[in-house]
């Protein structure tokens, strides 16, 4: 990801414009990624707005369901709204779609195309985010050109049951392996949040704790400060 300056995104990033790496540090404090298992009643626009309302920093269209003419115009609809409340805005696995909507990254997991694959398609100025779940994975990530890690799961987690859980001394030595900030992912909620405190981590990443939530907003908003407190 090419580095602009920092001048340039006081006040919120422009969609579609260079991150540099201090403005994608504080970006990833709250990382929402979507989930169609918890509609409920609402469209995923609905509840994505809602997140953002209540603080949501950045956000991961996360989509296994609908065919590629849904998902573009749906990436649409979410970037419109990233635009509108400043924020990053990537698209889960899927390259093309990410291109297409002019989505500012893409974020993929290891059994997804390979990041060094996708930062070659995607150029040098968009995010590239990539899981890990290991210190070798991380730093073949950094080498690969990712911008930021996800690592997990922290806590187990019913959105993927499948998923090696990352113990806490694990979390962080993989925050002291390499240079590039690193969320937290997997069966994050606000009663456990804080035991993140200290690992070295820059975010969460939330699914449920969001958009699970009776009141997406308010769930938000609360998450947001405890999230505040993982630096202190």
Do not use: H, W
């Given at each position: 990801m090419t580095c602009g300056k920092e001048d340039d995104i006081k006040g919120g990033h422009e969609s579609g414009t260079p991150l540099d790496a201090a403005a994608l540090r504080k970006a990833l404090l709250v990382y929402a990624v979507t989930d169609r298992a918890w509609l409920g009643g609402k469209s995923l626009s609905e509840q994505v707005e809602d997140a953002l309302k209540g603080g949501a920093s950045f956000i991961q269209l996360r989509e296994k369901e609908l065919d590629e003419s849904a998902f573009l115009k749906e990436a649409f609809e979410i970037k419109k709204l990233a635009q509108q409340y400043k924020v990053p805005f990537v698209i889960n696995d899927n390259v093309e779609i990410a291109i297409q909507c002019g989505a500012d990254g893409v974020h993929v997991g290891q059994?997804?195309?390979?990041?060094?694959?996708?930062?070659?398609?995607?150029?040098?100025?968009?995010?590239?985010?990539?899981?890990?779940?290991?210190?070798?994975?991380?730093?073949?990530?950094?080498?690969?050109?990712?911008?930021?890690?996800?690592?997990?799961?922290?806590?187990?987690?019913?959105?993927?049951?499948?998923?090696?859980?990352?113990?806490?001394?694990?979390?962080?030595?993989?925050?002291?392996?390499?240079?590039?900030?690193?969320?937290?992912?997997?069966?994050?909620?606000?009663?456990?949040?804080?035991?993140?405190?200290g690992s070295g981590i820059q975010g969460v990443a939330l699914v449920s704790a969001i958009f699970g939530a009776e009141n997406i907003q308010q769930a938000t908003n609360q998450l947001v400060v405890l999230a505040k407190q993982l630096s202190v």
């Open positions: 059994s997804d195309m390979r990041a060094a694959a996708v930062r070659k398609r995607l150029g040098e100025n968009k995010i590239l985010g990539v899981s890990v779940s290991t210190v070798e994975e991380a730093i073949q990530a950094v080498k690969d050109g990712a911008d930021y890690l996800g690592v997990g799961a922290v806590f187990s987690t019913l959105t993927k049951s499948d998923a090696d859980q990352v113990s806490y001394n694990q979390l962080k030595e993989i925050c002291n392996a390499v240079t590039i900030p690193v969320v937290a992912i997997g069966g994050i909620t606000r009663e456990n949040i804080d035991q993140l405190y």
